[in-house]
């Protein structure tokens, strides 16, 4: 199987066609594929989270 199946397949189920796909170049290629970036955790959204899911404290 050729390294560029996997790459072509990704390609065609975000519905861009085969001709396209090679006139991509390398940047285009990894801003179409790329994971967004994570959201940053901030001090007020830490503060929410430990008033939703307290640590539970385990008896002796």
């Known amino acids: 199987m050729s390294a560029w ?3 072509l397949r990704l390609a065609l189920s ?3 066609p085969p001709e396209a796909f ?3 170049s390398l940047t285009e290629w ?6 967004p ?5 901030n ?3 830490l ?6 899911y307290p640590d539970e404290e385990t008896p002796p």
């Open 30 to 35: 990894r801003a179409l594929t790329e994971a």
């Open 47 to 52: 503060q929410d989270l430990i008033a939703r």
């Open 22 to 24: 090679w006139r991509l």
């Open 14 to 16: 975000l519905g861009l």
């Open 5 to 7: 199946a996997a790459p």
């Open 43 to 45: 001090r007020a959204t």
């Open 37 to 41: 970036p994570a959201p940053s955790l």
